[in-house]
């Protein structure tokens, strides 16, 4: 095969791999059967391409060879273990069968969602449901998947396999939900692609604070729904959130991976083309008939900092509002906790000083290393000095990532 | 598919409901298994008397051990259980979350292992 036919082969095997695994999982109803299908037939595509040429419809190809891959493989097991699995694989063998018209784009749409809503399924613990939809919807490697976690390879191996047992033994079904639940499963959904993106944005821990690679895929799988579920007002507010997110991301750390404030961030490095598309999506969340979603404000307040020139110019009573609108949806420490910061911005530190103490008084966050930052940050705007270094020296002993602890550690010694 | 969702919840929360509210939840019961009768997923489903009454039994070595009291000394007892038949997960969970005992307690949603040959 010459260099640029191999070329067109990857590229078609990158397009379409999540749609084939898709729909073959719908056709076969089994996740692993329908894998070792989908590698079956890119082997085959392999092979008879370059002597016979592209098929004009790759995806129809690649999905109807993998289910005659599948067959043949089915008909092997049960002529060895027959009397075992007849029911299930004649079942299996007879969807398999059934014909559908493959270039429907809806159809593949519709198996996409379905790969989605099975891969976040509630009932699959949330550590399961980011790593499959990294390895079946995006299609990562497993390895790449452990590498995101930061576990072996053969740790990752054995937590997918036990999810897709799950999957199987539970009967969790390959099929959107309802729409009487549609929505509550929606956030789960969004929950899982935002953990991916946090994931990559800052790392858990270790040295590196960003990892670009999950940020994209998030930002991806965002598109996708997007696609899948037009005017959804969380996808767009979701996906609004991250693009205005990702577009600060090379201007977040220094050449030396050091941490960059918002503030001392050099806006010329920003994404303009993600930001133009972050704030078009803010705005038809926002004013979409449905439920205002959590993300959509999250974005909301991204954008009125991405908009501000400087940081003087910077909106902060609106910020602190939406902060107001955000708690009322959203109790969450953390929301708190950035109340507090933009209400130091427009009321003073000593206000912002109050919050922060009843947050901490409330016990539930007493080892967030960001809630001691902010507190040594207010003390020393007050002139408190000692106890200004007592909270970032409580910062530091908290915070898990090595960047985020240069700063700190930084902070300190400027006082 | 075959589920077992087994009933849990706190034997003194549950005695804290009173004459009216336990006489409530009966019925409200009876209605929840009527109902999966008539939809055709019922298989059986019984209620048990407390976890005080209950006997654990082990054998090692050939020996039997019987025990007073349950398996494990939980916060909340299994109270009673539903064989039902439903379609997916997703159904079994839906039919779950309509048991009465759900909103005081917690209901565990068991497959059934298929028996095969």
Redesign the interface.
Known sequence: MSASAAGNVEEVFRREAGRVLATLIRLLGDFDLAEEAQQDAFAAAIEQWPAQGMPDNPRAWLISAGRNKAIDRIRREVFFRE??FDRELAAAQCDVLAEIDESDEAIFGDDRLRLIFTCC?P?LNAEAQIALTLREVCGLSTQAVARAFLVSEETMAQRLVRAKRKIR?????Y?T?DPA?LDQRIDGVLAVVYGVFTEGYAATAGAQLIDVELCAEAIRLGRLLDTLLPGNTGVMGLLALMLLHDARRSSRVSDAGDVVLLDDQDRSQWDQAEISEGLTLVDKSLTARGQVSPYAVQAAIAALHVRAGDKQATDWPQIVGLYEVLLRLQPTPVIELNHAVAVSMVDGAARALDLVDSLAARGRVTQYHLLHAARGRFLQQLGRIEEAREAYGTALKTAALEPERRFLAARMAAI | ?N?LLLIYSNEAEFKALGETGLKKMSDEYTEFTKSIVQGGQFKAGDRLKPASTASTVRVRNGKTAITDGPFAETREQLGGYYLIE?????E???IAARIPGARIGSIE?R?IWPL??
């Open positions: 009397k075992i399924h009932a033994d539970a009967g969790i079904p099929e939900p639940v | 598919m589920y439903a379609k997916n997960l997703d079994a969970t839906a949603v497959p095969t040959g």
